[in-house]
């Protein structure tokens, strides 16, 4: 699904965020990414969603090589991923249901069918109530409720999840983790960038850790047993 | 409910100028095109009438009325000359109408001598040997002339030209100054909302699909533009058509027909704004996607 090899990224003149990554996300699996502020969690995302190319070494995203992908192929293969951005990037003068129908209908679903999935899938992450306000009058645990909700709304192929949890109480988070664990049991490969030392305990899932440009995988089995 | 657009165009400002920019651009390119068609209906009309006609003039006696043995035999010759169909002379009361314009009513003109004039009918593209009619003409009755018409027409012809060519440059600037605006206004717009554009970008929009917005956006405004410009020119043209008849040109039976525009032209006029909001959806699309197009 996800294959770095070599990875090294650098924002220009700057030191090396990333420095000979190389790490692999098998096709529904389920990961944490972890590590101390700016260890280069978001830039990793980034690279995954194909906001970045990086410096040095190969992306291979989908079984394609991301370096050779033209830019008009670009678009379908960023609808096949889901992003929840840390900052959420919401649509401010669109309500909540638009927001959460973009994908939709970006990749052209007819009008009834986007209006039944998000206002069933605006319900499951209990904003029934905020179907139509707009994110400036939301919290920002709603808002963040609501970038979760677009960013699997298209039931992608992957899952990218940038502090997904960061503004919502415990009880919000658990649920939450268990919409990435359904969307995961239906076969969407997941990946959540979070500091939350307790979720990802409790969770046992394997841990990617960033610290100073390298990368290190945790595997679940082996993160239980310490 | 109601759909949100993904990009707030409407709300942004960018576009506030356009449709006013458009209405003045359209209000100028129809005035400019009915003027032209209105022109060539003229000379069309004046060009008929021209070549298959011309005017004999009898010049009045110092004393007497003309006699009428000298016109009838003046009649003769004309009706006798191949090429001409009919001749016919005009009564003393049409003759003070025409020169009435000149005089006005105040004057009495049943003292006054005139000529005689005779209305010649040719055949269609009958070649005349104008100086050998009018030097048999003038055998009959001294002073006789046959009217010439070939250098002031083909004066008013080239004039007529100018004009057309005239406004085909003012259509060319106008469409292109319309589109250099929907160009800087998209850009302006592509500038605004590069964030969106960006998030559209990483959630699997296309390219087509964002000009889209745009290209309706574009497609709204100079649609809105082209009919405020068309209800300013048909407001111009009514104005132009009532202070005429108001000042009684129309005995002339020449100005007010010539405000009289064809059907094409109409259609013309009444398609430009449709014409001018397919422009901006084409130009805004196209600016989109080669920005776009640019981008990483």
Redesign the interface.
Known sequence: MVRFENVAMRYGEGSDVLKDASFSLAPGSFHFLTGPSGAGKSTLLRLI???L?PTSGKIFLFDQDVATIE?AA???I??RIG?VFQEF?L?D???A??NVA??L???GTP?PTV?EFVIDLLKWVGLEDQINAHPATLSGGQQQRVAIA?AVINQPSLLLADEPTGNVDDAMAVRLLSLFEELNRLGTTVLIASHNEALIERSGYPTLTLDGGKIRLTPATQRRAS | ?R??S?I?LA?DGSGRFLPWLIALMAFLAILSTGAAFAVQAALDRWDRGLTATLTVELPAPAEAPMPSDRVDAVLAALRATPGITAATPLDRRAAEHLLQPWFGRVVDMSDLPLPTLIDVHLMPNAVLDRDALEARLDAIVPGSSVERRGAWLEAVFRVARLIEASAVIMVVLVGSVAIAAVIFTTRTGLALHAD?I?????????DR?IAGQFQWHAFRLALGGGLIGLLMSLMVYGGLRIAIEQVRMIDLAGPTDGLRLPIIALVAVICLPLFMALVGLVTARVTVLRTL?RM?
């Open positions: 969603y194909l906001a190319r830019r670009l678009p379908p960023r609808r992003v990037r649509l003068h669109l309500s249901l638009d973009l994908p209908r970006i990749a009008e209006q677009r | 409910m759909r949100g993904p707030p709300a969106i960006r998030l559209l970008h990483l959630i699997g929009a296309t699909f197009a990483p």
